[in-house]
């Protein structure tokens, strides 16, 4: 809206607009954490109680059930989807709206600054959204914790950095 509405930001984007955003994104953010680690913690667990991860990540945890855990890898596909590619796709759909935006600019110098712009905002997307969903939206049997930790490590830390 900032980018492609520029005079009419104000106007689009009122203090309502910005709160009812905020209590959506928490909100369903909240749900999909409480449904994850719900029926994460009601399976039974084997020892040894040692998470082969930094942290407790769903996949790494699940390892550790002694039950059958297809449901919860299901489950893991569809948060994922909802959590993940509807998101990216939301970001996708509006960096559409921002280039061609971008492309009416008249100077190819206001148009290098603003794909310039973009572009870090577009590499921190790519590097957090890649191996979130390569974490979360593959099959339980292709669980490899070394690649786990990497893809973790890339997805919180570096991200978070840029």
Same mark, same amino acid.
Request: hydrophobic share 50%; charged share 10%; glycine share 4%.
């Given at each position: 809206?900032?980018?492609?509405?520029? &005079?009419?930001?104000? =106007? %689009?984007?009122?203090?309502?607009?910005?709160?009812?955003?905020?209590? @959506?994104?928490?909100?369903? +953010? /909240?749900?999909?954490?409480?449904?994850?680690?719900?029926?994460?913690?009601?399976?039974?667990?084997?020892?040894?109680?040692?998470?082969?991860?930094?942290?407790?990540?769903?996949?790494?945890?699940?390892?550790?059930?002694?039950?059958?855990?297809?449901?919860?890898?299901?489950?893991?596909?569809? &948060?994922?989807?909802? =959590? %993940?590619?509807?998101?990216?796709?939301?970001?996708?759909?509006?960096? @559409?709206?921002?280039?061609? +935006? /971008?492309?009416?600019?008249?100077?190819?110098?206001?148009?290098?600054?603003?794909?310039?712009?973009?572009?870090?905002?577009?590499?921190?997307?790519?590097?957090?959204?890649?191996?979130?969903?390569?974490?979360?939206?593959?099959?339980?049997?292709?669980?490899?914790?070394?690649?786990?930790?990497? &893809?973790?490590?890339?997805?919180?830390?570096?991200?978070?950095?840029?």
């Amino acid at each position: 809206v900032a980018i492609c509405f520029p &005079l009419r930001y104000m =106007l %689009l984007m009122s203090h309502s607009i910005c709160v009812t955003m905020i209590i @959506v994104c928490w909100s369903i +953010s /909240i749900a999909g954490a409480l449904i994850l680690t719900v029926f994460t913690m009601h399976l039974p667990y084997c020892g040894p109680y040692k998470i082969n991860h930094f942290f407790c990540e769903v996949p790494a945890v699940l390892k550790l059930a002694c039950a059958d855990t297809s449901f919860n890898d299901r489950l893991d596909f569809i &948060l994922g989807f909802i =959590l %993940l590619l509807v998101p990216l796709s939301l970001i996708l759909a509006s960096y @559409v709206f921002i280039f061609a +935006s /971008i492309f009416r600019i008249r100077s190819a110098q206001g148009r290098l600054k603003s794909f310039s712009t973009c572009a870090s905002h577009v590499t921190v997307v790519t590097m957090f959204y890649g191996p979130a969903i390569i974490m979360y939206m593959r099959p339980g049997s292709w669980y490899d914790p070394e690649r786990d930790k990497k &893809l973790a490590l890339f997805y919180n830390v570096v991200s978070g950095f840029l």
